[in-house]
T-cell receptor
Framework: EDQVTQSPEALRLQEGESSSLNCSYTVSGLRGLFWYRQDPGKGPEFLFTLYSAGEEKEKERLKATLTKKESFLHITAPKPEDSATYLCAVRGGGGNKLTFGTGTQLKVEL | EAQVTQNPRYLITVTGKKLTVTCSQNMNHEYMSWYRQDPGLGLRQIYYSMNVEVTDKGDVPEGYKVSRKEKRNFPLILESPSPNQTSLYFC????????????FGPGTRLTVL
């Protein structure tokens, strides 16, 4: 059974204070690791997909990386508008479904 | 505007009263899916559909039904709701099962008394 664990559960940063969110996973035959952003009262918004170890993707202040056992979402010089819950999900080789982690709630303060 | 819509957005009902949550997408997507989101448990897939008339169970299908008679619509049916189905529900769609970008609807907050 595919499993996804995200840490920390919550993170409070000062504006400009860079940090990383972790997503550890176990899956048989990774067919994609996904990062989403979710704002309160809204549906998740797609950020990145990574397929193989060593792959990296960037978007503005966010950079996602992937190893064989975990993924990191690096946030460089965050701003208050980056405050959200960040979700990680995997699609394994055993089927077509996505397995989500419980998310990291990020708050960036002035 | 490309979007996934859900109705209703909020619903309070009583145990045993059948209800349907509608989901519609205007992007001609083949793949559609339903999730429920509960504190501490994350998003869990209920059912998904790879195309018209093709549906399959996700992780937590018990107590739910779906149908896919048209490409754009994927309603979620609770024939006899129970309090443990109180949750936040999301519909999602993507061009195909293997496409990166999955678009989520705004969510339906359901309370079963």
């Amino acid at each position: 059974e595919d499993q996804v664990t995200q840490s920390p559960e919550a993170l409070r940063l000062q504006e400009g204070e860079s940090s990383s969110l972790n997503c550890s996973y176990t899956v048989s035959g990774l067919r994609g690791l996904f990062w989403y952003r979710q704002d309160p009262g809204k549906g998740p918004e797609f950020l990145f997909t990574l397929y193989s170890a060593g792959e990296e993707k960037e978007k503005e202040r966010l950079k996602a990386t992937l190893t064989k056992k975990e993924s990191f979402l690096h946030i460089t010089a965050p701003k208050p508008e980056d405050s959200a819950t960040y979700l990680c999900a995997v699609r394994g080789g055993g089927g077509n479904k996505l397995t989500f982690g419980t998310g990291t709630q990020l708050k960036v303060e002035l | 505007e490309a979007q996934v819509t859900q109705n209703p957005r909020y619903l309070i009902t009583v145990t045993g009263k059948k209800l349907t949550v509608t989901c519609s997408q205007n992007m001609n997507h083949e793949y559609m899916s339903w999730y429920r989101q509960d504190p501490g448990l994350g998003l869990r897939q209920i059912y998904y559909s790879m195309n018209v008339e093709v549906t399959d169970k996700g992780d937590v299908p018990e107590g739910y039904k779906v149908s896919r008679k048209e490409k754009r619509n994927f309603p979620l049916i609770l024939e006899s709701p129970s309090p443990n189905q109180t949750s936040l529900y999301f519909c999602a769609s993507s061009l195909s099962i293997s496409t990166d970008t999955q678009y989520f609807g705004p969510g339906t907050r359901l309370t079963v008394l």
